[in-house]
């Protein structure tokens, strides 16, 4: 089984790394902050008891997120393994998952995609979203073909209510003090994280970079 946390600042390049490895690896892409945007679109109780926090780029409760994470990941698709994306982002939800998996004999592989402050602004800036098909283009690093419209079906493209500047700097304060210890505790309890330098390359790069990270750390488990 394939169990991969995606760990990383927004703007990081998380969101597009896992779509090239649930491709290769055929097992679901699990996104909390997506589960939550679908949970809002539908109108569920959910998602408004939720809207409020995510608009101002704060976290939604451990309570809320572990229990929905808990039910996708237990279901058929993610049996041979899944990509999470977004999750863990406290130490109570990294806790919360690390028992989830050993309870199944299950070992993560963490892959922490490290890019520079700069660069990461940079990225949120200047991020568009099509509103119909979710898309994502930049206007610095993937602009669309025609000027602010989705390529794909031509509608005008939006910047994202979390994308907007005070709750970029929200966004980005929160991964530091909640999530960034994150990666600290998974390091102090000995799980595997594989570090990978994402700042200046092109997203096709990256990905062989986290691959060959990959097959490097599964070669030196395998002779520990
Ligand atoms: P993302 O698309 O991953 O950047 O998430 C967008 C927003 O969803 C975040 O700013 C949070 O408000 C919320 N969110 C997503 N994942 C989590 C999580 N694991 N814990 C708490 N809140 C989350």
Known sequence: M???????????????????????LRVPHVSTGDMLRDRIRSGSELGTAVVATMHSGGLVSDQVVNLMVEERLSKPDAAKGFVLDGYPRTLAQAEHLCR??????????????????????????????????????????HPPKMDELCDLDGEKLAIRDDDREPVIRERLDAYGHQTRPV???????????????????PPPIVFQKICQAMEKDDRSKDSR
């Open 100 to 141: 989830w998996l050993d309870g199944r004999g299950v070992r993560e592989v963490v892959i922490h995609l490290a890019v520079d402050y700069n660069v990461i602004i940079g990225r949120l800036t200047g991020r568009r979203e099509c509103p119909r098909c979710g898309t994502l283009y930049n206007v610095a690093f």
């Open 183 to 201: 990666l600290e505790y998974y390091r102090t309890v000995g799980r595997r994280v594989v570090e990978v330098e994402a700042s200046d390359d």
């Open 2 to 24: 394939r169990a991969i946390v995606l760990f990383g600042s927004p703007g990081s390049g998380k969101g597009t790394q896992a779509k090239f490895l649930t491709e290769c």
